[in-house]
């Protein structure tokens, strides 16, 4: 008796082990012909992804408005749009299915928006803002030369 509980406890720590590695490690992941990691989304999900990246985009192009334009407060309100602030509302089944790389890139690119809007406001140095932003930009050039994203077949 004693050993049926421990094989069907080491069964389900595999299965668990197995779970947390394709959820939390891998996510919904396969290959690609171009070598980069293809994300599996819905067309929901993965339109929900590319409406992001747009906003970072366009954060982007008004940061460097405002830098060219010494206008701070400019860089601090794009800075702040795609801060943690845009996470809000990201389903929890979305998180699931993106690799553990892709984890990190995304929440880290949000927390340097939100470094540089908090900077650009109390400090207002242009050259900093840009500075910050080039750093920023080495997020998204990692994260555009590692993943793609495809739909799912459903």
Do not use: W
């Not at 990190?104 to 540089?116: A, E, N, S, V």
């Not at 242009?126 to 500075?131: E, F, N, P």
């Amino acid at each position: 008796m004693n050993k049926i509980c421990s094989v069907i406890i080491a069964l389900l720590l595999l299965v668990i082990a197995g779970g947390v590695y394709k959820f939390i490690f891998q996510g919904s992941t396969s290959g690609s012909t171009d070598g980069r990691i293809a994300i599996v989304l819905d067309a929901g999900e993965r339109d929900l992804v590319l409406v992001e990246m747009r906003q970072f985009l366009e954060s982007v192009q008004k940061i460097t408005t405002g830098i060219a334009g010494d206008d701070m407060e400019l860089v601090a309100e794009y800075a702040r749009k795609s801060g943690k602030a845009a996470t809000v509302g990201m389903p929890g089944t979305l998180m699931g299915k993106l690799p553990l790389g892709f984890k990190k890139l995304g929440p880290g690119t949000h927390k340097q928006f939100d470094q540089l809007a908090l900077d650009a406001e109390q400090l207002g140095d242009g050259d900093h803002a840009l500075s910050q932003l080039s750093t920023l930009m080495q997020n998204c050039v990692a994260c555009h030369a590692a993943y793609r994203f495809t739909v799912s077949d459903e």
